[in-house]
């Protein structure tokens, strides 16, 4: 009976995998405990992150941080990547707070080099194909700590790990039942006077004074058994998360698009789109052509000059957090079945939906609408000036028209994205001689994009409503009366909130785009101590020990649209590639226990990988040295070449359209370029001076794909030194310099860099970029557009000092009597020394360090921290903590004299001060059984800076960066966690 329940028990990972595919989970309340990783847990061998080598004592020759999961509750985070972008290391990347334009995922940043550059890992292995590495994927409550190895580890990882690693620890051994629980909400106080004075004077609706949203729930249940026997477990567990969705208009910071004005540009206005809800039409054709009119506001059927007081303000539904519903659920499980064989297997599921909105559809701009002169919604005044003499007759003049649809009947766009993700880890491992032991697993991961767009209008139906001829004194569409589309419904667009009920319903129509991306990785390694065969050095006591091991790994894209989503240019795209790759690790001391040599080794890495896409074999290698002469001090210095191959979106991602903040300056009646210089873009002289502005200071460029994409290379060198000095313990500290740079980085060039560049430079190849709209010359629409699609460009360079420390100690020794507990002082830094950028191969290169704005996207201060003190209260089992957060000040990007960043000087938004943030924290173990938590973020409600819209990128929304700075004002938040 016995050998019968461990066999099931052995079996019950496998078994409950299609129970829990229908529950559901996703863990979250947690917060970022940063400490230096020196140290491993006491084990007979250990793997630290960034090296496969198994070895007592072993300790990282890189960069490491620790986030633990007593930090993550005293933050009340419910999306981990919240908790890394904290970290100093960090910048914010897809995350919760991006609306329009989102892709409902939410992924890190290491280093600022791209999400891409980081590989993210789940006990060592990869988490999901690297490009849709989502971390709401991770099971918050199952983790046990994130290493942040912070340099190129591709030597032992392979491809993508160039900024270094993300790896989650997860709690796999459970025994019992742990229900954690978490509600949260956000409280803000609407007291910022400026926006609000540019709200008034607008005429918009003001926030209300103080407003509590933002909602958050989070639940999650695991349970684990040991096997009667002791030698396996099975563990599981299953979450929800839901997030309220909060809009633009709820804070005065973000009621309203802020545009630049004044002097110099010395001041802000409420500012908006120019496809506006009263109807804008340039006349591309006819005796008119050339002029922008709009309707006049009392709705009327008349025709007036286009000027600012028409503009749409946009802000107002746009999300600021989006709405999402979040479902994980998985299982953990091995057995020993003996020394040789420990079975073990891993499944784990993510179901996350989400909505981003944004402002109502329109008839944009961009798109060429034919309008027939005997149209009878038209007035006469209006034919005329569109039509001349040709008023009353069949023939079509070609306009853009912005008519915003705001009236009844009208909805906010909103994008439905939903992931399924699914990741399945099976394999053995154990001993197979004395010294040896062995790991070899297969790995299955797969994510799924579904994505509808709903309330977004049709230009195909939109091009047959404005068709519409007289039927019996009825408006009728042309398409009616020749049944080519019998359900075609005329639009009246000539005066303010003239469509019907109907209209709306036969414009709306929804896409629908599929994604499916895989990846299967088959492994194997060994590891082996080589000093029970003599092979060590004369002056240590401990031999070399090695892994070797092989991989073989194989990616797959399929991305499938439907016919109304390709119209509006989607493009579907499918692709695979693999890789076979063998890697191998020496770690060997050279000195131990000597007079000022305390310890002395050097540990090297290779692997070599062979893409069946690439020509030749590429090769990635590291080089680390330790040197500690005492037991209070250790040294350490690290050189990795890191190889990074295209990843699977890179090369085959479909190619299309999208939105970027930039302005052209080629458009409006007075161009702020020259004729000359935008001839050289595709501006005929015919067009000059008569190109219509890029709405709301919105662009639009073409990305995607490149099979020709060749590997970036990179190179990483650290080196530091770790104190933890016997004369004061408790203290422990780190201070490590690094510096990576990337060659012929797989990117895009920037829309700003190639208006600048070509309008003031005249080079030829960023001039080229550019796709103007052959009719019109607009950079907007469906058929205008600065190509951005990925490329092997110039290099990445970025520079600096990590500083990790903390202390912790007995407050008895301060006071004179009595127990007044312990502090413990969890300290991290960065300071940047660099963030160079060249886009192109010998053009020049310029420093973003300490700037924010239009091509430098998001801000790089120079120095950025964190100070977690905890306070370990001596009369009941619980702590008190405050955290503070420090980010440093930064400036725009386009002020600097740089060629390459230089743009129109600005001087409200010239600088973003320095921000600081405060958050507190309690933990209360109220009994063996039961603890308690509550905490409050950005305790004094400090709002996020007023940034003008047209100045944002990579990031921005709500004229600020809501992934920088904290976008709800005060959070609280209480959980509990519970054991059975």
């Known amino acids: 009976m016995r050998s019968r329940l461990a066999r099931l028990d052995l079996l019950a990972g496998a078994a409950t995998v299609a129970v829990l595919s229908v529950v559901a989970g996703a863990p979250a309340a947690f917060a970022q405990q940063v400490a230096t990783a020196e140290e491993p847990a006491t084990l007979d061998a250990v793997v630290v992150t960034g090296s496969r080598i198994k070895r007592p004592n072993l300790v990282s020759a890189s960069p490491m941080t620790v986030v633990g999961d007593d930090e993550i509750k005293y933050q009340g985070a419910t999306s981990i990547e919240s908790v890394l972008n904290r970290l100093p290391q960090f910048t914010a990347d897809s995350n919760e707070n991006g609306s329009n334009g989102s892709d409902g995922t939410a992924r890190v940043n290491l280093r600022n080099m791209g999400s891409s550059r980081v590989l993210v890992l789940v006990d060592g292995q990869r988490m999901l194909p690297a490009e849709t590495a989502d971390v709401n994927f991770i099971p918050s409550a199952l983790v046990e700590r994130v290493d942040v190895v912070t340099g190129g580890a591709s030597a032992v990882y392979g491809s993508d790990a160039v900024s270094g690693v993300v790896n989650f620890i997860l709690k796999k051994d459970l025994n019992g039942l742990r229900l954690d629980a978490q509600y949260g909400i956000a409280q803000h106080r609407n007291d910022n006077d400026y926006p609000r004075s540019l709200i008034t004077a607008a005429g918009y609706k003001l926030p209300e004074r103080s407003v509590t949203d933002g909602a958050r729930t989070d639940i999650n249940l695991a349970f684990g058994v040991n096997t009667p026997d002791g030698k396996g477990n099975v563990s599981f567990y299953v979450g929800y998360r839901e997030l309220k969705p909060v809009t633009q208009d709820t804070r005065d910071y973000s009621a309203c698009g802020l545009n630049l004005a004044g002097d110099g540009n010395n001041a802000l206005v409420c500012g908006g789109s120019s496809n506006n809800e009263y109807g804008l039409f340039t006349l591309l054709s006819g005796p008119n052509a050339g002029q922008t009119l709009n309707n006049t506001k009392d709705g009327n059927k008349t025709w007036v000059p286009y000027n600012s007081s028409f503009l749409y303000n946009y802000a107002p539904t746009n999300y600021i957090q989006r709405s999402d519903s979040r479902y994980t659920a998985g299982a953990f499980g091995h057995y020993e079945i003996s020394k040789a064989a420990d079975v073990y297997g891993s499944f784990m599921f993510m179901d996350d939906h989400t909505f981003s909105q944004a402002a109502p559809s329109a008839l944009f701009q961009g798109t060429t609408f034919k309008i027939n002169c005997n149209n009878p919604l038209m007035s006469a005044s209006q034919a005329a000036t569109l039509c001349g003499s040709a008023a009353g007759t069949d023939v079509s003049q070609d306009t853009f028209i912005g008519y915003r649809l705001t009236g009844p009947g009208s909805s906010p766009r909103r994008d439905d994205l939903r992931h399924t993700d699914y990741r399945i880890n099976l394999g053995s491992r154990g001993e197979i001689a004395p010294g040896w032991s062995y790991d070899a697993g297969f790995l299955y991961s797969q994510v799924v994009l579904d994505e509808s767009y709903k309330n977004n209008v049709d230009n195909a139906k939109a091009t047959k409503a404005l068709q519409v001829v007289s039927v019996n004194g009825t408006p009728t569409c042309k398409s009616v009366v020749d049944g080519t589309d019998p359900s075609c419904v005329p639009i009246d667009v000539f005066k303010y909130q003239g469509l019907s009920a109907a209209a709306y319903k036969y414009l709306y129509a929804p896409t629908y785009t599929h994604g499916v991306q895989r990846e299967k990785v088959l492994s194997a390694n060994v590891n082996g101590d080589l000093g029970q065969y003599g092979l060590k050095s004369p002056w240590a006591d401990d031999g070399a020990a090695v892994a070797l091991g092989v991989e073989h790994r194989r990616e797959e894209l399929k991305f499938e649209a439907d016919a109304l989503a390709q119209a509006g240019g989607t493009k579907e795209n499918n692709g695979a590639f693999s890789v076979t790759e063998a890697y191998g690790e020496m770690d060997l001391p050279l000195v131990q226990d000597a007079p000022f040599i305390k310890s002395l080794s050097v540990n090297a890495g290779y692997r070599t990988s062979k893409y069946d896409y690439l020509d030749k074999r590429v090769s990635t290698y590291k080089v680390e040295l330790q040197y500690a002469p005492s037991s209070d001090i250790r040294f350490r210095a690290s050189y990795n070449r890191a190889v990074r191959a295209a990843n699977i979106s890179e090369l085959f991602a479909p190619q299309g359209l999208g939105n970027v903040a930039a302005v052209d300056p080629c458009a409006g009646a007075t161009p702020t370029a020259s004729a000359a210089a935008c001839a050289l873009t595709g501006v005929t002289a015919a067009q000059y001076g008569k190109i219509p502005e890029c709405p709301a200071e919105t662009c639009v460029t073409q990305g995607g794909g490149n099979p020709d994409l060749k590997p970036e290379v990179a190179d990483t060198r650290t080196a530091g030194v770790v104190?933890?000095?016997?004369?004061?313990?408790?203290?422990?500290?780190?201070?490590?310099?690094?510096?990576?740079?990337?060659?012929?980085?797989?990117?895009?060039?920037?829309?700003?860099?190639?208006?600048?560049?070509?309008?003031?430079?005249?080079?030829?190849?960023?001039?080229?970029?550019?796709?103007?709209?052959?009719?019109?010359?607009?950079?907007?629409?469906?058929?205008?557009?600065?190509?951005?699609?990925?490329?092997?460009?110039?290099?990445?360079?970025?520079?600096?000092?990590?500083?990790?420390?903390?202390?912790?100690?007995?407050?008895?020794?301060?006071?004179?009597?009595?127990?007044?507990?312990?502090?413990?002082?969890?300290?991290?830094?960065?300071?940047?020394?660099?963030?160079?950028?060249?886009?192109?191969?010998?053009?020049?290169?310029?420093?973003?360090?300490?700037?924010?704005?239009?091509?430098?996207?998001?801000?790089?201060?120079?120095?950025?921290?964190?100070?977690?003190?905890?306070?370990?209260?001596?009369?009941?089992?619980?702590?008190?903590?405050?955290?503070?957060?420090?980010?440093?000040?930064?400036?725009?990007?386009?002020?600097?004299?740089?060629?390459?960043?230089?743009?129109?000087?600005?001087?409200?938004?010239?600088?973003?001060?320095?921000?600081?943030?405060?958050?507190?924290?309690?933990?209360?173990?109220?009994?063996?059984?039961?603890?308690?938590?509550a905490g409050m973020n950005n305790a004094f409600d400090k709002d996020p800076p007023v940034i003008a819209a047209g100045l944002l990128s990579s990031f921005g929304n709500g004229n600020t960066y809501p992934g920088v700075y904290d976008p709800m004002g005060r959070t609280l938040f209480v959980g509990l966690t519970m054991d059975f």
């Not at 070509?758 to 469906?782: E, I, K, M």
């Not at 912790?808 to 300290?827: E, H, I, P, Q, V």
């Open 723 to 933: 104190l933890t000095p016997r004369f004061l313990p408790g203290f422990s500290m780190s201070l490590d310099y690094f510096d990576i740079y990337v060659d012929q980085y797989i990117g895009s060039v920037d829309a700003p860099t190639v208006i600048n560049q070509c309008v003031q430079t005249s080079n030829p190849y960023f001039c080229s970029l550019f796709h103007r709209d052959p009719a019109s010359g607009v950079l907007f629409g469906d058929r205008g557009y600065i190509v951005a699609t990925n490329q092997n460009t110039g290099f990445l360079q970025t520079s600096g000092l990590d500083v990790t420390g903390n202390y912790r100690f007995d407050l008895s020794a301060l006071t004179k009597g009595g127990d007044w507990g312990s502090l413990d002082f969890s300290f991290v830094g960065t300071y940047l020394n660099s963030r160079k950028i060249e886009q192109l191969p010998g053009l020049g290169a310029y420093n973003c360090k300490g700037l924010f704005g239009p091509t430098c996207g998001q801000p790089n201060p120079a120095w950025r921290h964190q100070l977690r003190t905890t306070w370990s209260l001596p009369w009941i089992p619980a702590t008190v903590s405050v955290n503070w957060r420090y980010f440093g000040g930064t400036n725009l990007s386009s002020n600097d004299s740089n060629p390459f960043l230089q743009g129109d000087h600005v001087e409200i938004n010239r600088k973003i001060k320095a921000y600081s943030y405060v958050d507190l924290a309690a933990n209360w173990k109220v009994r063996e059984q039961l603890s308690l938590r």
